[in-house]
């Protein structure tokens, strides 16, 4: 065991934060400090299942920032994680010259990425439920999870604004708004960080930025996005989570931007995010990306010469595993390529956050009760509430819900029996086989690494039902099934058996889509980019086969984009919009086809018909060609299948009034927007009343609508509800022709609604200036208030 100065000041949790980095600092060696920079993969601390002390002493004698998914890169149970995260934290307590504990972070898309952990609805589906306040409970219940395990930092929430569903990772995200990107983003943020860090855990905005807008929808390409673009759309959302919710981490993105990759771009993590915005966090890197300055966009020249380039851009921490930062930065540093200065720097930013974390007084969990804590029942009734609300009815001609004793049903398709295919791509199933692919092919994300030989991997979905076993509990020999054919395969063996089993029944309810994950076999997820929005495989066919039966098709759609031709939108009776909804995804489908729940998720993205169309989105410009002189492609419409905002219910609502309590306003203050909603329908239900506004002149040209607040209600049959929006000016500026963020004079225009299509004008009020008041500060939201 090391001993150390008792009378350190670091070491005295009564010493204030910054006073006890400073100390601590100042006893570093320069290996020390370099470690501090740096990461591990869990696995290489593991041999035979169980950690192993010469590992670490090979890897850890100087210290160490990050150690990397304990949970997510190993098959270990939560117990065990929790075993060997206070093995690690006790090794550098104990053996190491200054006892610096390492932070232990997670990927949390869709919950912890954990063998025994509650897997959630992926994002999109989070978004679809247009209800912040579930996020943060979903936020909550990680935090409660990571900490139980010994896990200090969480890779999410995923701010990318997406207007390009090609994209791979758009089921990572919260759709195609920054206003409900930055809504759903602040309340993760807030769930995940608690009130304080002592126990909460640092979350991490990614990715930084404008990732979701890269060239021809391939992931890692380029961003072409303009500087007043940039600010209004994609950097708001990461803006309001530093603003509002003290985020404590960003991840830069892969991407370049206008010639400049974010992990190299000073202006970007310098002079916006912490001079602009006073972030005083750590910025980490995504996996690999440092070098990738190097080796994949060519701007640097060397290792050493990325490592510089990060390191002075403002990139704390390498992850996932320490490469650039070792010896190429020690050399640069040798060299006065780079200055003391700014290595302190970072690492002072990651000391404060063990200080904050309450890591140099607590670096141990409780093993015993882990097993309480990790998918615990009140978790999993958070998932499923998400699920239920998360659920899109695109369409529907009356047959949904499927009526009590209305005859047999056929459940065809690759989704339907299939519970690995209702995880999104950082579910722990999903991601296990990007170890075992890259353990084979010696590599991850394209990059060297080695996976030990004996670090056991398995794929496990135990205790995750399929659509197929909810249903079966619901219809018993009612339900008849049958395949029909694979996600991706084209073999179309199965389709006699599916059309037999369509044509002998009442109703046949096609379960199709994706499959998520990042190894080749996957449709959707990070790297899996797609140049069409058909069904993968033969997909699109299997409904013509059904179809031509004569018997009355429900498509639910398991998917992590839009997806689906002409023909199946056009022709089966109804569409159920699944996403990627977890564990608890097929109790929901199954509760919303028969009427047990009233499906009331809405669309965070506009759906496309044709990748044609892309980008396509509500808030474009009135030059977006949208209404030009003939309007339409020669063979397309030009608008969307489904409309942002859209979804359907079993309770129709309608609105009956919406007011303004004022028509002029002094730039600073704010309007009041009343909305009356009635629910019209035969049973209760729920609807998202959708505030938008339009500024129909500016000194720059504007969206033809803009959303600016929303609020989830119920009612029962017959009844009405009264739900109060405060708009305050200052969240209806822009940014002007010098780039300064502006508050103008002038008209604005409201509309309320259940879509960005579906409105009601509920009034224009007048901006005015007064020379008298400061300028006038951003808002990024409104109080709502409902009754």
């Known amino acids: 065991m090391v001993r150390r100065e008792s009378e350190a000041a670091y070491t005295d949790p009564a010493v204030p934060v910054g006073e006890r980095v400073a100390d601590l600092l100042g006893r570093m060696t320069r290996e020390e400090k370099l470690a501090q920079l740096g990461s591990v993969w869990a696995f290489s601390l593991i041999e035979g299942g169980r950690y192993s002390a010469e590992r670490a002493r090979a890897v850890l004698r100087h210290g160490l920032g990050h150690v990397t998914r304990v949970a997510g890169a190993t098959n270990l149970k939560a117990a065990q994680v929790a075993r060997v995260a206070n093995e690690v934290q006790r090794f550098l307590v104990t053996e190491t010259r200054l006892g610096i504990p390492a932070i232990v972070h997670e990927e949390v898309c869709s919950g912890v990425m954990a063998r025994e952990a509650t897997i959630f609805p992926q994002a999109i589906g989070v978004a679809s439920t247009w209800e912040p306040e579930l996020n943060r409970r979903l936020a ?30 758009t089921e990572e995200t919260y759709g195609e708004d920054p206003y409900l990107v930055a809504r759903m983003g602040v309340a993760f943020v807030r769930g995940l960080q608690g009130a304080s860090l002592t126990e909460g855990v640092i979350a991490t905005a990614k990715h930084f930025v404008g990732y979701g807008a890269s060239e021809g929808g391939l992931n890692w390409a380029p961003a072409h996005l303009p500087p007043r673009l940039l600010r209004e759309v994609y950097l708001y959302p990461f803006e309001a989570a530093v603003r509002e919710a003290g985020l404590q981490s960003v991840m830069a993105g892969y991407h370049e931007l206008d010639g400049i990759p974010c992990h190299g771009n000073r202006e970007l993590l310098g002079d916006v995010l912490r001079g602009e915005w006073g972030f005083e966090g750590t910025v980490v890197s995504d996996y690999f990306a440092v070098d990738d300055l190097h080796s994949y966009h060519h701007f640097a020249g060397d290792k050493r010469q990325a490592a510089v380039l990060a390191l002075t851009a403002g990139t704390d921490v390498e992850l996932p595993a320490t490469d650039a930062y070792a010896g190429a930065l020690a050399q640069a540093l040798d060299e006065g390529e780079v200055g003391e200065a700014e290595l302190d720097q970072a690492v002072s930013r990651v000391l404060r956050h063990k200080f904050e974390l309450g890591l140099f007084e607590n670096p141990y969990v409780d093993e015993a009760a882990v097993a309480v804590t990790v998918d615990a029942a009140p978790h999993r009734e958070v998932a499923l509430e998400i699920a239920r609300r998360s659920l899109v009815l695109l369409k529907n001609d009356g047959l949904l819900p499927l009526r009590p004793g209305a005859g047999t049903v056929a459940l065809i398709g690759p ?116 140049s069409s929005l058909d069904l993968p495989g033969v997909q699109e066919d299997l409904v013509r086969a059904v179809v031509a039966t004569g018997t009355p098709v429900v498509a639910v759609l398991v998917a992590g984009r839009p997806v689906g031709g002409d023909f199946l939108h056009e022709n089966c009776a109804a569409v159920l919009l699944a996403w990627l909804p977890g564990q608890t995804g097929a109790r929901a489908i199954a509760e919303v086809l028969l009427g047990e729940v009233n ?19 509500y808030g474009h410009k009135v030059s977006g060609g949208r209404s030009h002189w003939h309007g339409d492609y020669v063979d397309s419409p030009v608008g969307p299948r489904y409309r942002f905002g859209h979804g359907l219910g079993y309770a ?107 409105h009601t004008h509920a009034g224009t009020f007048t901006i005015t200036g007064d020379v008298d008041r400061p300028e006038v500060r951003k808002a990024y939201t409104g109080a709502v208030h409902t009754r």
């Open 140 to 169: 909550d219940a990680v935090r409660a999870q990571m900490r139980a395990m010994g896990s200090h930092q969480g890779l999410s929430p995923v701010l990318d604004v997406v207007r390009d569903p090609r994209w791979g990772r």
């Open 599 to 617: 499906p009331s998720g809405k669309l965070p993205i506009s759906y496309p018909r044709t990748v044609g169309q892309i980008p396509v989105f």
């Open 415 to 530: 989704n339907a029996d299939d519970a690995r295919h209702l995880l999104g791509d950082y579910s722990f199933a999903a991601h296990v086989e990007s170890l075992m692919q890259a353990r084979e092919r010696k590599g991850l994300l394209g990059q060297t690494m080695t996976i030990p030989d004996d670090l056991e991997i398995e794929e496990s979905t135990d205790g995750v039902p399929t659509v197929r076993d909810e249903l079966a509990a619901r219809l018993g020999d009612r339900l008849r099934y049958a395949r029909g054919c694979d996600v991706i395969d084209t073999s179309r063996d199965g389709f006699d058996e599916a059309v037999a089993a369509a044509a002998a029944a009442d109703v046949a309810v096609l379960v199709l889509g994706d499959r998520s994950g990042l190894t080749m076999e996957a449709t959707t997820g990070e790297s899996r980019d797609r």
């Open 652 to 758: 129709p609502f309608v609105v009956e009034r919406a007011a303004l309590d004022r028509t002029e306003v002094i730039a600073g203050d704010s309007v009041e927007v009343e909305v009356t909603v009635a629910n019209i329908g035969d049973r209760s239900g729920e609807e998202v009343v959708q505030l938008y506004i339009r500024d129909p002149q500016a000194s720059v040209t504007r969206p033809v609508l803009e959303l600016k607040g929303f609020a989830r209600v119920s009612a029962g049959a017959g009844e009405r509800t009264t739900i109060r929006f405060d708009l305050p000016t200052g969240q209806l500026g822009f940014y002007d022709r010098n780039m300064n963020y502006t508050v103008e004079t002038g008209h604005i225009e409201v509309y309320v609604g259940f879509s960005s299509d579906g």
